[in-house]
């Protein structure tokens, strides 16, 4: 199961944390991505991170102000948000599957078998 949470408030320039917690997690869902869909917009791949080895991948349109991490005792992934913009605002939501994808694959929603429930971050002008 994966509870993505974090979510909020925030003004222009401001920043937030997403926290995903991907309990029973026990080896099986190796790959987490961080993905965001706006209202009437399609699903959008934010970030991606490999359990084991890290190996943070960005979409350009956050590369340089997010940062995506992992607390493997723990088994949350997050997602650092800097110098947010109204169009960061969106709900998050956390996916996870059991191997790495390909770089051209990663942004593909349907590659992944497990979400979390998504969580709404709302950035004012």
């Known amino acids: 199961q994966l509870q993505a949470s974090g979510g909020g408030l925030v003004q222009a320039g401001g920043s937030l944390r997403l926290s995903c917690l991907a309990s029973?997690?026990?080896?099986?869902?190796?790959?987490l991505a961080w993905f965001r869909q706006a209202s009437g917009k399609e699903r959008e791949f934010v970030a991606s991170?490999?359990?084991?080895?890290?190996?943070?991948v960005y979409a350009n349109s956050v590369k340089g102000r997010f940062t995506i991490s992992r607390d493997n005792p723990k088994d949350t992934v997050y997602l650092q948000m800097n110098d947010l913009k109204p169009e960061d605002t969106a709900v998050y939501f956390c996916a996870a599957r059991q191997n790495r994808l390909v770089l051209s694959e990663q942004g593909n929603p349907r590659a992944y078998g497990w979400w979390g429930q998504g969580t709404q971050v709302t950035v004012s002008s």
């Open positions: 991170i490999t359990w084991s080895a890290g190996m943070p």
């Open positions: 029973g997690r026990q080896g099986n869902s190796n790959f």
